[in-house]
């Protein structure tokens, strides 16, 4: 999970600039005349759909990498083993994000843009299933190697794997310019984004809860309501969203309200509107469960799952400081090292650096970890959310046209930023590196 | 910090210290994601620059390099001036820092002034066409990183005057010259692709 969250938050600072920059266009173009994206007055309308896809396409990675990490993560504490193929899972995840910068256009094969450019990422779009396809043999080996323990949790994962297969196969099938031409406008893409949106992030998502809450809260999520939970959900989903790719192939276009009677497409989409609803019953359920179990979920203790990661070390919930000590970490499995034998050495967990002396935290070397100094953390202070109030209040006023608060809302978030920033001895460096 | 694991371990040096601390990192993060907003801008310019055009592009020829070969020379003054305090600073000499400073802030003020003489120089508006919008919007952005840049470097002068800097603290005046180093490349860049690129046509 850390490699998935790492991979979203690089792409995220290399791609939402784009979107903000379409939007800051759209915005002068509205309000102050300019000439970016209106084709009557020498702009460029397709440029709009460029930029906002440049964003858009990474961000499904952003997404779902992140996801994926979390079963990456929780499949081998419910398999009773190590994932299969850990560094593979890695490397596929950064690669699929790179690659995931390449393939934009792909939303765009029906603008009448140059072949040579179509089949360049039609190439790309369809090369990522190869790092994505690592990681599915790799979840699907750990279950077939392990002892896998279908907890709620566990069904969630698996259920998972099934819908990224079918969604990702329905990519595939849209990432080819040709079949694309035929499915673009159609109700084939309105389900292949429920399944890449809702099954691939909504599910491992829910799982994350079951899997979790008992460390966030206690409590465990009562275990007999979530099953129920999660088959009225899967059921609920694959009524209603694999039939809209049967109403997209029966020639039903997608962004449409209503369409005269007779051209066949009520069935299909009586079944959608049904599963839609007992999907969303399966979620409600799924709000119940949380709403009960806050209050008479068993207690759960450190490790309820017997999970081999550090946060299952400290008490449930865990204490505001997590570790008095800074645990030495010597594997990818500090609470199995003595069951499974991995790496040479052993975690340390009960000695270390002690947290005594205020907000303090390590510093590293980037590439070793070998702690090179003490960084000295501020208090908790309001001024952070003091100048994201000053910022949105700026925006707000800009989006409004009210300039007074946005000059306002901008020189009190200056004047917030010189406070905050101001330097204080407490926080300051004190030392020059040795060595 | 007690520790328990290695007690004859050195004890490690307390702070956030030179390139590795938490100041140096959020600026390089910021910068990157700032460098992709030039990025993209430039992306979209060309993205025009490359469509076929009825007549020049831009309408009315390429902007003229009267003030904007002046603004390009200060920025790169200004990395000297800003290398310059943050060397000071590391040396302990105060009245050097505080003169490096105060000259890359009269550097940063004269830089506004020389975008705004650009601007009136104009006879075109921003809504005047396509072309105009881009250099309008792409300077006025360029610009508002370098109001930035001013004020950072005017808090940094007002702190060192305060005495808070001194050999072994100078984070927060590399972290300002590091900001002025992204602004004087981001400006070259800037300066190629609206002033250079329509004379390689």
Known sequence: MIWGTLSANAAGMLVVPTVSVACFFLWMDRNFGTHFFEAQRGGQPLLWQHLFWMFAHPWVYMIVLPAMGIVSDAIPTFCRRPLVGYTAVVLSTVLTQMIGFGVWLHHMFTTGLPVLGLSFFGATSLLITIPSAVQVFSWVATIWTGRPVFTTAMLFFTGFIVLFVIGGVSGFMSGAVPVDWELHNTYFIVGHIHYVLIGINLFPVIGAVYYWFPKITGRLLNETLGKINFWIMFVGFNVGFFTMHITGLMGMPRRLYTYPAGLGWHVPNLITTIGAFILAFGILLFFINVGYSLKRGAIAGPNPWDAHSLEWSVSSPPPPYNFAVIPSVASRHPLWEDRIGEGEGRSVLDRGLVLDDHHETLGVSVFDGVPDMIFKMPSPTYLPLLLTLCISAGFAGLISHIWAISYAGLGLGVLVSLIWLWPREEVGQRELLHG | ?201
């Open chain 2, 1 to 201: 910090m007690v520790d328990q694991t290695f007690p004859n371990r050195p004890p490690l040096p307390v702070g956030s210290i030179g390139l590795h601390s938490a100041g140096f990192t959020g600026m390089a993060l910021l910068i990157l994601s700032e460098a992709s907003v030039f990025a993209y801008l430039f992306f979209a310019y060309f993205y025009f620059s490359v469509q076929p055009h009825s007549g020049a592009w831009p309408p009315s020829g390429p902007p003229s390099f009267k003030y904007s070969a002046l603004q390009a020379g200060i920025m790169l003054i200004g990395c000297a001036t800003a290398w310059w305090a943050n060397r000071s600073a590391a040396r302990g000499a105060r009245p050097a820092v505080l003169l490096a400073l105060g000259l890359s802030l009269l550097l940063a003020l004269s830089f506004i002034a020389l975008q705004f003489a650009d601007w009136y120089d104009k006879p075109y508006s921003l809504a005047s066409d396509a072309a105009s919008s881009f250099y309008f919007v792409i300077t006025g952005v360029h610009l508002a990183h370098v109001v930035a840049g001013a004020l950072m470097i005017a808090a940094v002068l007002v702190w060192s005057a305060l005495g808070y800097f001194g050999p072994v603290r100078h984070v927060p005046i590399l972290v300002t010259a590091f900001y002025w180093y992204f602004l004087a490349v981001a400006y070259l860049w800037l300066f190629f692709t609206l002033y250079g690129t329509p004379r390689l046509a």
